[in-house]
């Protein structure tokens, strides 16, 4: 349902220096628009694939494009469709491969959602800054209250916290580094395809699929190392479209980030249970707060009301996470 962010995708993909042997768009729209752009282009190495609602969702319709996967590919790469490439975006996901053989994923670097600045190695942040590996950028007014109350991260950018809650792989500076992760970014990853013999992306995500690739990226983590080469980079302009509304939004945030929370840690401790919930109660009043601070008063609203029915469903009917393929 996106075909002009999908024409601006498949522009830079046109441009690449090392363009894929395959492109498999698996399209869930329920009109022809997508149909119509594709029909009028000439795109080498392009599969189309429209799909009906029984493959309709972001998690089916991967799982339905990884089955259309030539024998003969080494890595498969996703995109999300509001996404830009730089020109040596797969060159540099595929040298990475080539750097580190024991790889089994590779996530590339969105180039256009902070402003980092380099600063000395031994530089002091402030509270309301974040600082990792010699850059520091102005730090979310969220983090700024949790590390207030000593309830932020305390693992490096990428990694999921005993308490989950982490910093997720955009708190990684554009150093031109590799860095080991624990999570990729599901529109702008890549995975050997023998990953696919023993994972799929699990179908608990419906629809929109709010965290689907942080419960696959955690599940394929224990059995083998990932990494972000921050020299493999795009930019994601968050076409909102064909999103879910707010307050499914704010349910999702909740449940699905306790469904991942238990695929990394299944049983976690006393304290780590408080610190997980504690959050969870925290970000819920930010939104509410959000009602009277907001030009989008009825969104924050809403997402608010989502987040807390999705917490206290957690009581009576909590996600069952599975370990397995």
Same mark, same amino acid.
């Given at each position: 349902m996106r075909a002009q962010p999908l024409a601006n995708l498949l522009e830079s993909i046109g441009l690449q220096s090392s363009y894929p042997h395959e492109i498999i768009i698996v399209d869930g729209s329920t009109n022809v628009e997508t149909a119509n752009l594709l029909a009028s282009k000439t795109i080498p190495n392009l599969q189309y694939f #429209?799909?009906? $609602?029984?493959?309709?969702?972001?998690? +089916?319709?991967?799982? @339905?494009g990884i089955s259309k996967v030539a024998d003969d590919i080494d890595v498969i790469? @996703?995109?999300?469709?509001?996404?830009?490439? &730089?020109?040596?975006?797969? @060159?540099?996901?595929?040298?990475? !491969?080539?750097? !580190?053989?024991? &790889? #089994? /994923?590779v996530g590339g670097f969105i180039s256009n959602e902070s402003h980092w600045e380099a600063v000395s190695p031994h530089y002091h942040p402030t509270i309301h800054e974040f600082y990792f590996d010699g850059y520091k950028k102005q730090d979310g007014s969220r983090f700024v #209250?949790? +590390?207030r109350l000593g309830l932020d991260a305390n693992v490096p950018p990428g990694f999921l916290p005993r308490f989950s809650h982490g910093r997720s792989v955009a708190f990684l500076p554009p150093s031109g580094k590799i860095y080991a992760v624990d999570q990729l970014m599901g529109g702008v990853a890549s995975y050997k395809k023998s990953v696919f013999d023993r994972f799929q992306f699990s179908t608990y995500f419906?629809? !929109? /699929? #709010? !965290?689907?690739? &942080?419960?696959? $990226?955690?599940?394929?983590s224990k059995t083998g190392p990932l990494f972000i080469n921050t020299r493999a980079q795009l930019a994601h302009y968050h076409e909102y $479209? /064909?999103?879910?509304? &707010?307050?499914?939004? /704010? +349910?999702m945030v909740v449940r699905n980030g306790w469904f991942v929370w238990r695929v990394k840690w299944p049983n976690p401790r006393w304290n780590d249970r408080l610190k997980w919930n504690s959050i969870c109660f925290l970000l819920t009043l930010i939104r509410f707060s959000n009602t009277f601070t907001t030009a989008h008063k009825k969104e924050a609203w809403l997402e608010a009301w989502g987040r807390t029915i999705g917490w206290w469903s957690l009581l009576f009917n909590s996600p069952k996470p599975s370990n397995s393929k």
């Open positions: #429209l799909v009906d $609602s029984s493959q309709r969702g972001l998690t +089916k319709q991967r799982n @339905f790469c @996703f995109l999300d469709d509001d996404t830009y490439l &730089a020109t040596d975006y797969f @060159f540099q996901l595929i040298q990475t !491969y080539t750097e !580190y053989p024991e &790889a #089994l /994923g #209250l949790r +590390k419906q629809g !929109y /699929g #709010l !965290y689907e690739d &942080a419960d696959f $990226s955690l599940r394929v $479209s /064909g999103r879910p509304n &707010a307050y499914v939004y /704010g +349910k």
